[in-house]
């Protein structure tokens, strides 16, 4: 079983950078393909980012194409989030997320593993 906790959330504002990082303890995080969701108020968990086991491919919401970059450094268990050109409607918690195995997955139920969130509020 791995445990994952974010960091790096804050307030920023409009076309301000954050980034966001997420800590694997527990077990390699070599063995787990991982994911960046986000959850505004109201509104459902969404998919923002996905990078397979070893980081040689990923995934990216239309809405943070160009803006966010996904990457992952195993040798230091960590998931990390780059969000360049911030907007207001990227206000949310964001979590991390993580599903022992190969692939892919954009849809929050694939993933077995959640950290605790991080609020980013990104001011107009």
């Known amino acids: 079983q791995v445990q994952l906790v974010e960091s790096g959330g804050g307030l920023v504002q409009a076309g301000g950078s954050l980034r966001l990082s997420c800590a694997a303890s527990?077990?390699?995080?070599?063995?787990?393909?991982m994911g960046w969701f986000r959850q505004a108020p109201g509104k459902e968990r969404e998919f923002v980012a996905a990078i397979e086991r070893s980081g040689g491919s990923a995934s990216l919401a239309d809405s943070v194409k160009g803006r966010f970059i996904v990457a992952r450094v195993n040798v230091k268990n960590t998931l990390y989030l780059q969000m360049n050109s911030l907007r207001p409607d990227d206000t949310a918690v964001y979590y991390c997320?993580?599903?022992?195995?190969?692939?892919?997955?954009?849809?929050?139920?694939?993933?077995?593993?959640w950290g605790q969130g991080t609020q980013v509020t990104v001011s107009s």
């Open positions: 997320a993580a599903r022992q195995g190969l692939g892919l997955g954009t849809e929050k139920s694939w993933y077995d593993y």
């Open positions: 527990g077990r390699t995080m070599s063995s787990y393909a």
